[in-house]
């Protein structure tokens, strides 16, 4: 068995890192900005935030804000439009997953045009080049999309999200700044977070996993448990903020090595029919797909119960793992998600939609759990 992992060159952390902005491109040697955000960003000021650091250093920037939650294909291919008008040759990335995603479409075409169709990038598409480099600075804590080799954009035709796994979209650098992370909406911070712990329970016990990823998503299931009430209740404290943008990251660093499971393979058609946030999606049906593998999991969910922080002497295996499920699902109804699909206008004639594509998602495979067409829509049903 060979097991590979790719992490950035180089990442930064600490509220504030933003500052090391000037650094970074004169020691990539690049001359323009391509700066891929979205409007709500530039309503908040966040991406202000970024760009005054590159107005004191007298760095060249066009700004592209065309990008929607749960990018599209046509988002991507304005991105590079706007790449090519501004005569760019860097990007930096200023958002949540989503404008993270739409960078790494655009910087892996840019290098890599015979695949300006997009839609042929999903899946392992086979890129000769790297991405042109990509500067990352999430302002959500959530997806770590600035430290994995994988973006998801939807493709209008199909009403599908593509996930594309490509090592060549790594961003070169990473830059996480937990300042940029404190305008975050009360819901916007429970989701994003809630998928964080998502990442981090499925990459704990996908098919993939080995001990090198298992030491980095247990810290994270640790660090997402201790710090996420505190930046959902507390928006400007810096420790529960920092402790959210750090877990969220070496989340990342250990699933986009080793893959995720069903829970993101039934989020990603609600995303893409139904425009539910990504980390709400997660979040809803992430204790119902626990206890649906647990018989596949008996050793590794008291592991994830002790890490959330349950105390499991005296508790049989079994009844560790199950604790396990109730902390996650604890956790859920404590930072305010929505516990029913129905609350999201879903309902029982849309399940043999959402089932036919899940089915077939990128990342269902790495169930640890093998999975049939029925089993899903009786999940689905579970969560109605
Ligand atoms: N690349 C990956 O590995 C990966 C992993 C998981 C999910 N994803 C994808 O990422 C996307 C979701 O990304 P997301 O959950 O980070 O949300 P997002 O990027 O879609 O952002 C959601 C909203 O939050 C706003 N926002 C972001 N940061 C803010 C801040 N600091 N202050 C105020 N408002 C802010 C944005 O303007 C936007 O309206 C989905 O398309 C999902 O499929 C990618
Ligand atoms: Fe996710």
Same mark, same amino acid.
């Given at each position: 068995?060979?097991?590979?992992f ?7 952390f ?20 391509l ?40 988002n ?43 839609v ?6 086979p ?9 990352a ?38 830059i ?11 819901g ?7 998928d ?15 001990? #090198? /990823? ?5 810290? =994270?299931?640790?660090?997402?448990a %201790?710090? *996420?009430? $505190?930046? !959902?209740?507390? +928006? ?12 969220q ?9 080793v ?10 058609p609600?995303?893409?029919l ?18 649906f ?6 050793d590794k969910?008291?592991e994830?119960?002790k ?6 002497s005296? #508790? /049989? ?5 199950? =604790?396990?499920?109730?902390a996650? %699902?604890? *956790?859920? $109804?404590? !930072?305010?998600? +929505? ?46």
């Amino acid at each position: 068995m060979i097991n590979r992992f790719i992490l950035n060159e180089v990442s930064y952390f600490g509220p504030g890192a933003r500052k090391v902005l000037p650094e970074v491109v004169q020691r990539l040697n690049k001359v323009k900005a391509l700066v891929v955000t979205d409007k709500g960003l530039i309503q908040f000021g966040v991406a202000k935030m970024v760009t005054d650091v590159l107005d004191e250093a007298a760095i060249s920037y066009d700004i592209f804000s065309d990008v929607k939650p749960n990018p599209t294909v046509s988002n991507v291919k304005a991105g590079i439009e706007s790449f090519k008008k501004a005569g760019a040759d860097f990007i930096i990335a200023i958002g949540g997953g989503s404008a993270m995603d739409t960078a790494k479409g655009i910087g892996i075409v840019i290098n890599n045009p015979e695949f300006d169709d997009i839609v042929s990038l999903e899946g392992c598409a086979p890129t000769k080049n790297k991405s042109v480099p990509i500067v990352a600075l999430p302002t959500t804590a959530g997806t770590a999309a600035e430290t994995t080799i994988n973006y998801v954009i939807i493709d209008e035709n199909k009403q599908k999200k593509m996930v594309c796994v490509d090592p060549n979209d790594i961003p070169a650098v990473a830059i996480i700044d937990a300042e940029l992370m404190y305008s975050l909406p009360k819901g916007l911070t429970a989701a994003t977070g809630m998928d964080a712990l998502t990442h981090a329970i499925e990459g704990y016990i996908t098919k993939g996993a080995w001990e #090198m /990823s298992d030491m980095f998503e247990i810290e =994270a299931v640790r660090m997402i448990a %201790r710090y *996420l009430p $505190v930046a !959902v209740n507390e +928006p400007s404290n810096p420790e529960g903020r920092n402790g959210m943008a750090v877990a969220q990251y070496i989340a990342g660093m250990a699933f986009s090595n080793v893959g995720l499971g069903l829970v993101h393979g039934m989020a990603h058609p609600m995303g893409s029919l139904f425009d539910v946030p990504h980390g709400v999606a997660n979040a809803l049906l992430l204790p119902t797909i626990m206890e649906f593998n647990m018989p596949a999991c008996l050793d590794k969910y008291p592991e994830i119960a002790k890490a959330m922080g349950v105390d499991t002497s005296g #508790m /049989s295996k079994k009844e560790a793992a199950q =604790a396990a499920v109730d902390a996650v %699902r604890d *956790l859920a $109804v404590k !930072v305010g998600i +929505p516990q029913h699909l129905s609350e999201l206008g879903i309902s029982s004639a849309d399940i043999p939609a959402l089932a036919e594509q899940a089915i077939s998602d990128v990342c269902t495979p790495g169930n640890p759990r093998e999975v049939t067409l029925d089993d899903i829509k009786a999940l689905y049903e579970k969560v109605l």
